[in-house]
C-alpha cells in the first residue's frame, strides 16, 4: 500500500499519478472528503466496484456514491433534467447528493447513479484531472466512518492507495435526495437543507451530455 500527502496544492500533481497507476489495475483508492474518508474507484469499473462492496462488506443492490468535479462531469453519468441543472448550479459545491437516472447501467448502481460535487477544493482539482470515482464511506458496513489515516486500520490491507489529507472534518453526512421519484424524495437527511419547493412535483426533461 502506497501513501500520497493530499493536503496543499502542490501535493496534486503525484496524487493524480498515483492516482491513475491504482484506478488503471482496477484498484481501489481512500481519499479525504469534506466530511469523512472514502473508498474511491473507477464507477465504470465492476472488477474494482466488486472489490469495495468486499471490502465494506456491503449489502448487493445498495448503490455507491459517486463524487464529480463539476455539473458538466456529473452529466457524463447522470441524466440530469434542465430544472435539476439550474438547481445545482446554484448550490454545488454542497453535502448534497442527488440519485439520477444513469446514462448507461453501472455496475453496483445500475440504472440510477447518485452524484455530488464535493465541497473540498482538492478533491475537485484531482476529479477534474482523474473523472469520476465513488466516495463512499471507508469503513466495514455498520460502522463509524473513518476521519483519519488512524481509523483506517480495517481496510488498509486491502487498498492500494492512501491520499493523506490529515483529519477530516466529520460531522453531518451529505443530504441524499432522489430525484427519479416525483415528487423528489429525501432518502438522508443530512448537512444541506432542502428547499420546499425542490420536493413538488416537476415536468421532467431528460438529457445526457454526449448523446
Not at 484506478?23 to 481519499?31: E, N
Not at 447513479?113 to 482539482?125: D, N
Amino acid at each position: 500500500m502506497k501513501v500520497v500527502p493530499f493536503t496543499e496544492s502542490h501535493h496534486l500533481p503525484a496524487a493524480v499519478a498515483a492516482v491513475r497507476e491504482v484506478l488503471a489495475k482496477s484498484g481501489v483508492v481512500v481519499l479525504p472528503t469534506e466530511t469523512f474518508y472514502g473508498l474511491a474507484v473507477n464507477p465504470r469499473d465492476p472488477e474494482a466496484v466488486a472489490k469495495v462492496f468486499a471490502l465494506k462488506g456491503r449489502e448487493a443492490g445498495k448503490a455507491l456514491l459517486v463524487v464529480v468535479a463539476n455539473l458538466e462531469q456529473a452529466q457524463e453519468l447522470a441524466v440530469i433534467p434542465a430544472a435539476w441543472q439550474e438547481r445545482l448550479r446554484g448550490v454545488w459545491p454542497a453535502p448534497l447528493t442527488v440519485v439520477f437516472p444513469a446514462c448507461q447501467p453501472l455496475p453496483g448502481s445500475g440504472n440510477t447513479v447518485a452524484v455530488r460535487v464535493p465541497a473540498l477544493p482538492l478533491l475537485r482539482l484531482l476529479l477534474a484531472q482523474v473523472g469520476p470515482l465513488t466516495a463512499t464511506s471507508a469503513n466495514l458496513s455498520g460502522h463509524p466512518p473513518a476521519q483519519g489515516p488512524e481509523d483506517l486500520a480495517p481496510l488498509l490491507a486491502n487498498v492500494d492507495l492512501v491520499l493523506d489529507g490529515g483529519k477530516t472534518p466529520g460531522g453531518l453526512p451529505s443530504t441524499l435526495l432522489d430525484a427519479t421519484l416525483t415528487p423528489t424524495r429525501v432518502l438522508r437527511l443530512g448537512g444541506f437543507a432542502v428547499p420546499a419547493s425542490w420536493l413538488e412535483t416537476q415536468e421532467r426533461q431528460e438529457s445526457c451530455s454526449g448523446k
